[in-house]
């Protein structure tokens, strides 16, 4: 098992910066590194989305309404992965999870999710 662990996130104003950071934790990590982490967001109302994601071997894929604005930075040997964000938008608002997984299942752990609210 892998667990998940957010935080960072809070209120930003618009085109604002906030800066997110997941760990994850587990026994499962002695045996090596997580293949894929990485970050989600669900606003009310909509389906949960890729905002970005880094294989182990630092393969990157943004989703298109945060390329350019919003950075991921993986660590591997410390199962970390932060999310730099600016040029914040009142779209960005929602829940963002941080998720994990194999290369058969990308998405086999979440945290709990923390909230992102861009408002003035």
């Known amino acids: 098992q892998v667990q998940l662990v957010e935080s960072g996130g809070g209120l930003a104003q618009p085109g604002g910066s906030l800066t997110l950071s997941c760990v994850a934790s587990?026994?499962?990590?002695?045996?090596?590194?997580?293949?894929?982490m990485g970050w989600y967001r669900q606003a009310p109302g909509k389906q949960r989305e890729m905002v970005a994601r880094?294989?182990?071997?630092?393969?990157?894929r943004y989703a298109d309404s945060v390329q350019g604005r919003f950075t991921a930075s993986r660590h591997n040997a410390k199962h970390t992965i932060d999310l730099q964000m600016n040029s914040l938008k009142p779209e960005d608002t929602a829940v963002y999870y941080c998720?994990?997984?194999?290369?058969?299942?990308?998405?086999?752990?979440w945290g709990q999710g923390t909230q992102v609210t861009v408002s003035s």
């Open positions: 998720g994990a997984g194999s290369r058969s299942n990308p998405n086999a752990y």
């Open positions: 587990g026994s499962i990590l002695a045996s090596g590194t997580i293949f894929m």
């Open positions: 880094v294989t182990s071997g630092g393969t990157t």
